[in-house]
T-cell receptor, first 116, second 113 residues
Framework: GAVVSQHPSWVICKSGTSVKIECRSL??????MFWYRQFPKQSLMLMAT?????????EQGVEKDKFLINHASLTLSTLTVTSAHPEDSSFYIC????????????FGPGTRLTVL | AQSVSQHNHHVILSEAASLELGCNYS??????LFWYVQYPGQHLQLLLK??????LVKGIKGFEAEFIKSKFSFNLRKPSVQWSDTAEYFC???????????FGTGTRLQVFP
């Protein structure tokens, strides 16, 4: 149990376009989902926390208008990178947590974004 | 601000060698501690976690970690590594009753047969 999926697994886009990444909890209801960014050979940096039905809470330095997060249901959260630029190229990882799992987060496989 | 330090960035071992990866955190209050592993091409998986109780916690695949509160440390150990343990290992912490996970920079472990 506790499987989190992400789609797509990789995406290449032109500069200036927007890209949507989906994060789904497949076998549990995720009251909270998290979005991380991982640069090559570096750690995961939390970008934002989203609770179902409410606005996401962004970490300091993360542009809310560039990284739009929607958590419309208990099994789906989306991250939209708007007007993507090459510096947005990175590995984006989501995780999900449910109330019954006391602070344990389950991670998705990640999405590799390359902006040309 | 909370931070997590992993001092070993890259560790190379032969099979059957013992492993200890260091993890130190900076936070004065109660914390929850985690070790995650990321095998090549795969997603992060939880190895073990500490919330309270016995400071020596055992995880999957023969791994264990010891929480030493006085040293703000949560080192990961395995008595005898295998080639299949080759992966990236991340230590993480969150303050009690918060959701935010702070990750260390990771340690790349390479095990040679």
């Amino acid at each position: 149990g506790a499987v989190v999926s992400q789609h797509p697994s990789w995406v290449i886009c032109k500069s200036g376009t927007s890209v949507k990444i989906e994060c789904r909890s497949l076998d549990f209801q995720a009251t909270t989902m998290f979005w991380y960014r991982q640069f090559p050979k570096q750690s995961l940096m939390l970008m934002a926390t989203s609770n179902e039905g409410s606005k996401a809470t962004y970490e300091q330095g993360v542009e809310k208008d560039k990284f739009l997060i929607n958590h419309a249901s208990l099994t789906l959260s989306t991250l939209t990178v708007t007007s993507a630029h090459p510096e947005d190229s990175s590995f984006y990882i989501c995780s999900a947590r449910t109330k019954g799992r006391a602070r344990e987060q389950f991670f998705g496989p990640g999405t590799r974004l390359t902006v040309l | 601000a909370q931070s997590v330090s992993q001092h070993n960035h890259h560790v190379i071992l032969s099979e059957a060698a013992s492993l200890e990866l260091g993890c130190n955190y900076s936070y004065g209050g109660t914390v929850n501690l985690f070790w995650y592993v990321q095998y090549p091409g795969q997603h992060l998986q939880l190895l073990l976690k500490y919330f309270s109780g016995d400071p020596l916690v055992k995880g999957i695949k023969g791994f264990e970690a010891e929480f030493i509160k006085s040293k703000f440390s949560f080192n990961l150990r395995k008595p005898s590594v295998q080639w299949s343990d080759t992966a990236e290992y991340f230590c993480a912490v969150n303050a009690y009753n918060t959701d935010k996970l702070i990750f260390g920079t990771g340690t790349r472990l390479q095990v040679f047969p």
